[in-house]
């Protein structure tokens, strides 16, 4: 096993959710609950990374931030609507934000 980072963010709708984080390029790779009404904790994931979300109230807060880093940033901000990518003195990069106020930065750092 190749050790790795996954951190968890807390959502209200898993399948929106999902749906949203689509346009970063993560895929649905798991889903658990404990019983058919209880919330679910999902894995999304793309080459390199993995996020975990939970419908879980005490998983984790709203609000949370979490960088990305990518080899293309253009082609993520014309995924995402066409935002702006800023440069800044470690490369350059740019903000959206989910479904449930997470803040999500993408960016890439100079060749």
Do not use: K
Not at 26 to 38: G, I, T, V
Not at 62 to 87: K, N, R
Request: hydrophobic letters at 45%; glycine letters at 10%.
């Amino acid at each position: 096993m190749t050790e790795r980072l996954a951190p968890v963010l807390r959502v209200r709708d898993a399948d929106a959710a999902v749906a949203w984080y689509a346009r970063l390029g993560f895929a649905r790779q798991w889903e658990h609950r404990f019983a058919p009404d209880l919330p679910r904790y999902v894995s999304i994931a793309r080459p390199g990374m993995e996020i975990h979300l939970s419908e879980h109230a005490g998983d984790a807060r709203p609000g949370t931030l979490v960088y990305l880093y990518v080899d293309d940033v253009d082609a993520l901000a014309a995924a995402c609507g066409g935002v702006e990518v800023g440069s800044q003195d470690w490369g350059r990069d740019f903000v959206v934000t989910d479904p449930d106020g997470n803040r999500i930065r993408v960016g890439t750092v100079p060749a």
